[in-house]
């Protein structure tokens, strides 16, 4: 390791506990690529990785840039970096899962989730929780591009939207500003008229009670999307269903699809 190598380990933010990435070879040919949220982490996502693996999977939960560290560390990353991540995990995945991938995401990992599956379209089926799925009310957009111009780097946080009150969400405590302007411009808005070009399986949860994302980016979503969906609408959870109420629900039944496509 030379000078510089280890002055940038050092000068690395550490991770979160249960933060850190998940990776799992598993004893088929089938992969689960499964992806957490906007300034989340992969412990929203834990636990359905670790169902995934449990049933044989191979898995991949990547931790996404600037994210289980600091809202600093946050600061200067943008969706592409998030997407280059994501892509370098599936990559690794498709490697060792000679019978499909399935692909699986929360809210922001909802939308990783489907830019996968337009990149991919060799992908069995897609999962999404609470995804976000339609451009942001041009108010708020104006809103935050105006805090953004002034000199503001973060404002209040969009995480630990659970029902349960034995659960919490290890999300920053700010949303970055600069990062979610880049999720809107370059992701939400051209995406979301592309969702007809997808044509492998979509399970779908929606949260009833969602603080987070509007349920309505999930009715855009399941009205124009190309191939078959299945749509369950969840009663007691709110945005990070993975720990919330539901989630047995959630765990059992995504495998349970993904067994079906990858048949």
């Known amino acids: 390791m030379t000078a510089d190598d280890m002055s940038a380990t050092s000068d690395a933010p550490d991770v979160f506990a249960g933060a850190e990435p998940f990776s799992n070879d598993g004893d088929g040919e089938r992969g689960a690529l499964v992806l957490h949220g906007f300034t989340g982490n992969p412990s929203s996502m834990r636990e359905l990785a670790e169902a995934f693996a449990a049933a044989g999977y191979h898995v991949e939960l990547p931790r996404l840039p600037g994210h289980g560290t600091t809202v600093d560390d946050m600061l200067t990353t943008r969706w592409a970096d998030w997407l280059a991540e994501v892509e370098s995990a599936y990559q690794r995945l498709a490697a060792r899962s000679a019978g499909g991938v399935v692909v699986t995401g929360l809210s922001m990992g909802g939308t990783l989730t489907l830019a996968t599956g337009l990149a991919h379209p060799e992908v069995k089926g897609l999962i999404c929780v609470n995804p976000a799925a339609s451009p942001l ?42 990062p979610l302007l880049s999720f809107v411009d370059d992701a939400l808005t051209p995406m979301s008229s592309r969702y007809g070009e997808l044509m492998m399986p979509l399970r779908l949860f929606t949260s009833h009670q969602d603080h987070v994302v509007a349920p309505t980016d999930s009715e855009h979503l399941a009205a124009t999307y190309g191939g078959e969906v299945q749509h369950t609408w969840l009663e007691r959870s709110y945005h990070v269903a993975t720990q919330d109420y539901d989630k047995d629900f959630i765990f059992t039944e995504s495998v349970a699809f993904a067994d079906r496509v990858t048949a």
């Open 137 to 178: 009310a041009s108010d708020v957009v104006e809103m935050v591009r105006e805090m953004h111009a002034g000199g503001d780097a973060t404002m209040p946080a969009l995480g630990g939207d659970i029902a349960d009150p034995d659960q919490t969400e290890t999300a920053y405590e700010a949303t970055p500003l600069a």
